[in-house]
């Protein structure tokens, strides 16, 4: 007798589901026919993102009116008579005679180095502001002429006359209208810490002739004020008029405080002039 493997019993299941889970289910099994859509189609095309906050004006090509404008972008910086700037498709060189205006906030190590010209540290402050005026010297931008002519008064708190010197000659050539103030007072400065103190007052006492009667003051004519103030203070002391030298640096520190580095050594003679018992007239 042949025996045979008997058959199971089926047992017919029906399963309900509903219309979304049954297309799922359908898929599962016929794989093949699944279609594969792109992720990219689910999300819209992004846009470069923007390299930098930097604003430029450019004059108007040849023949034309239209100044050119660049919104956004990235200053990176000035090779020699180029402005290096980044935009969305790469960097770019300009011409700096071409540009008329330029809108940058300062770089970081900027106001790095301010603060540690505050706290005394001119030798860490050094680097910093250096690395700034070399990057943007001659970028029209307020900070970085300041730039460029802190770094000759670091030079100067730090005994290095002859490279506070070719500093402020920098300054000259680099900015000859804007700064040209700025670098007479720091060669003024320069005079007086080598004892040429009649070259050094006649830059500074036609700077603060009416200097306390204005009403309103520029952070620049501060920073000027200041300067010619601290001269006139050591120029006070080593004629033996004290007083007059602590009436001066108050002056400096306490009313045209804006270039900082002054105002520190400024600092340091009225503490030293306290000592003595110095006062104001």
């Avoid at 017919?12 to 093949?32: D, M, W």
């Avoid at 000859?176 to 005079?191: C, D, E, N, V, Y």
Wanted: glycine share 6%.
């Amino acid at each position: 007798m042949n025996s045979f493997p008997l058959r199971p019993k089926t047992m017919a299941i029906t399963l309900r589901f509903p219309l979304p889970a049954l297309q799922l289910l359908s898929a599962f099994i016929l794989g093949s026919c699944v279609i594969s859509v792109p992720r990219a189609a689910f999300s819209q095309a992004q846009a470069p993102a923007a390299p930098g906050n930097d604003y430029v004006i450019l004059k108007p090509p040849t023949g034309t009116t239209q100044s050119q404008q660049l919104f956004n972008v990235l200053i990176v910086g000035v090779n020699g008579t180029k402005v290096v700037i980044r935009n969305t498709q790469g960097e770019i060189s300009y011409a700096l005679g071409n540009i008329t205006e330029v809108r940058k906030s300062p770089p970081a190590e900027f106001t790095q180095g301010q603060r540690l010209i505050e706290s005394g540290e001119m030798d860490k402050a050094l680097p910093l502001i250096k690395s700034v005026a070399d990057r943007f010297k001659g970028l029209p931008t307020t900070w970085a002429s300041e730039a460029n002519a802190m770094l000759g008064n670091i030079y100067i708190s730090l005994g290095q006359l002859a490279e506070a010197e070719a500093a402020f000659s920098e300054l000259e050539k680099t900015y000859p209208t804007s700064a040209s103030s700025a670098s007479r007072i720091g060669k003024a400065r320069l005079a007086v810490e080598r004892g040429k103190f009649d070259e050094a007052r006649s830059v500074a006492e036609p700077l603060v002739a009416d200097a306390l009667t204005k009403k309103t003051v520029t952070r620049a004519e501060s920073q000027l004020f200041g300067q010619a103030y601290f001269v006139l203070g050591k120029i006070a002391e080593s004629e033996g008029k004290n007083p007059e030298a602590m009436e001066h640096y108050c002056r400096t520190v306490a009313i045209f405080y804006q270039e900082r580095a002054v105002v520190k050594e400024a600092q340091k003679r009225i503490d030293e002039l306290r000592q003595k018992r110095i006062t104001t007239p």
